[in-house]
């Protein structure tokens, strides 16, 4: 169930035939899928540059010099172009900085919930282990920098070697914008014990809450390696352009050599470099694309709520992580609970949403929802969803503390 | 000196300071990739289409069926869009076939001299090991299934599992097309040997020369896998579009599934299935290539034939393989001489050409000169390559059996 062969099987099936009010009302309604579909007007406006010589000459294979300056300033921060590796998609950087740090069977503690396809990305072709790092209850649903020396220690006492920490910052699937003092704590962790830090930040520019995102560079030396991508922030999942930042001189040398087998197109570099060409533009679409995500979130929220399912308050990216574990069978319901659930949601509604085990939730009955689509199917689909858990024996409140229709105020 | 690194930097350094004649007569004259450039006009022409939810938003990580299908229908020969793999490059596919057949530590024999990059492209990241099976002096200079059965052999004797014959066809540096006879021969060995066959076929449509190319895949069954892209035939080389052909059911999952790591960017897909929509242009553009090849072909050898250089006639592809063996010092000259030489020519006249130890040449003294480039710079180029070596002492007719200036009729 868990790892991108299920989220991959669950988009292309629900792709291949989607739901139409009119045409398809069978079809299927897929928020399974972490793609901002919210900007496609503002792309259809744009004319990509012709073939030109730059464009469709060989170049450097980590990045055309003028994408890679143009990213750097698109990052801030004092980001230098030199410390930039681009290549074909952040699966592609993740699968990368995993290479150049590990050995195969070298361990990588990723805390959960984390992002399922890192399983793939992170230890597909590196050979890396994943570690997971369950919080406590006492953590909160927050990162948990305690959860990660819990295993770190564990790792020390089985002599399993550990070669870096590796989170998504912004959370997914839980869309949160973690705190400065625990980004500054978990840099401190690493440091303690020796290991590296992969801060996957594809959602740095979708941050619509109140909270200010911060990078994991601010708070570590040259051994934090940062992923970042067009794929959220611009809405260009298919451009397929990953950038992974590495100040530390020996993993560039070594990223730079893997990039080699996994390079990016140069015309779509040189669109990439012409949609970065001005600033202010550049903040102008990336501010619209928040006021966008918000509007988006909170109709989803809105319909969440009506229908009084629980979830995470969210602060950045395309996904609501929400809490059906009240809905689960019987006094201690497991995965299969889970996964009997999410079939019955797909059969019953033709709704795809992702189960938690994909996420490598502490507990079963998690589900990740995906809202930044098109707000007529969003609405569809949780509408029918709220109305086939309603016909569902609810077995007792499990989502306590989260944000529920009638609570003040989000307790997370 | 041999392999990718040579190649690379050489073609950068020789990229970053360029001749040109009246503002730059110092800079470099590189004649040391493999690149067409002949066609920049006709790209230039074309208006690229704009960012529509096809090209940019998820699609099949191993090619949109759009692209696949117009592929399929201009590769022909009845090849099935569901058995393209579409990777970002060449590399990446080759990589892609090598790591779905090998485990590491297989062997694929590689008749000699090859593409220097297949050393990194198919054993890089693979761990594969490649076996390079020199030709005897009774080969000749084509290729010749006689020396994969040489070392095919001595693998059996020496317990070193091999797993396929790699190759490029037509064959790069040489530029020959290689004769109906030798491929079936070739692919009647790989069956005797009970392994695979891994063809690079990029410059298949990039023949100029009297010479019929005939795609492996005519010779073999499902255990021969086609290697092609846009980087020569459409002088398209940054776009990275790769694509791997695999009849092999189980070949052909595991190259999807490694595809992930190394997808191509949906617009630049888009880009090419709108190159590829009518067939009748596709025919023009790749006709009027194949003019330009042959008589950038034909203007480079009457000047290496005007300078007494011989050479093995080309038929194809973007490079002659010039044979300058006589210019090398002493009675039995090894390839530290040939290295000598390349580093006297870089010096002393700033033309870049790469020196045969990067294509595991049977003997030194063999250098690839590419001239798909401005007339005028290889012109320049060739000019002063033979000015220079006229300088140079001349140590004894190495070239015998090539083409040279006065020869009735190339022998090769």
Chains 1, 2 share one sequence.
Not at 165 to 194: F, I
Not at 211 to 222: C, M, T
Not at 299 to 321: E, F
């Amino acid at each position: 169930m868990a790892g991108v062969p299920a989220i991959a099987e669950a988009h292309f099936r629900a792709e291949a035939y989607p739901w139409e009010p009119r045409s398809r009302p069978d079809g299927f309604l897929n928020l399974g899928t972490a793609e901002n579909r919210l900007l496609g007007d503002l792309h259809a406006a744009y004319r990509p540059p012709p073939l030109t010589d730059a464009g469709t000459r060989y170049a450097p294979l980590y990045g055309t010099a003028l994408l890679r300056e143009r990213i750097a300033r698109h990052l801030g921060g004092g980001v230098c172009p030199e410390d930039l590796v681009v290549v074909a998609g952040a699966t592609a950087a993740l699968d990368v900085i995993a290479t150049a740090l590990c050995d195969p069977g070298d361990g990588i503690v990723v805390p959960t919930p984390y992002y399922g396809a890192f399983d793939t990305d992170l230890a597909g072709r590196s050979g890396a282990r994943l570690l997971p790092a369950p919080p406590d209850p006492a953590d909160g649903h927050g990162l948990s920098p305690a959860a990660v020396r819990r295993v770190l220690d564990a790792a020390r006492r089985d002599g399993t070697p550990v070669r870096a920490v590796a989170l998504a910052s912004p959370g997914n699937p839980t869309g949160t914008v973690y705190p400065p003092a625990t980004l500054r704590e978990l840099a401190r962790t690493a440091a303690a014990y020796d290991v590296d830090l992969i801060a996957d930040e594809i959602y740095a520019g979708s941050v619509f809450g109140p909270g200010h995102f911060v990078g994991l560079r601010e708070f570590a030396g040259p051994r934090v390696h940062t992923v970042w991508g067009f794929a959220k922030d611009f809405a260009l999942p298919g451009l397929k352009a990953g950038v992974l930042h590495t100040p530390d001189p020996a993993v560039r040398d070594a990223a730079r050599a893997l990039a080699y087998f996994a390079p990016l197109s140069t015309h779509t570099q040189a669109v990439l470099a012409d949609l970065l060409a001005d600033p202010g533009t550049v903040a102008a679409f990336l501010a619209e694309n928040r006021r966008r995500l918000r509007a988006s979130y909170q109709a989803a929220t809105a319909l969440l709520d009506a229908h009084g399912i629980p979830y995470v308050p969210a602060q950045a990216g395309c996904s609501v992580w929400a809490d059906l574990g009240a809905w689960l069978p019987g006094p201690d319901p497991g995965f299969d609970a889970e996964r009997e659930l999410w079939r019955a949601i797909l059969d019953r509604t033709r709704v795809s949403i992702l189960p938690g085990e994909a996420f490598h939730a502490p507990r079963p009955g998690w589900f990740r929802v995906c809202h930044t689509l098109d707000a007529a199917m969003v609405g569809e689909a949780l509408t029918r969803l709220g109305r086939f858990l309603g016909t569902r024996q609810k077995e007792g409140l499990r989502g306590a503390g989260l944000h529920t229709a009638g609570s003040a105020r989000p307790l997370v």
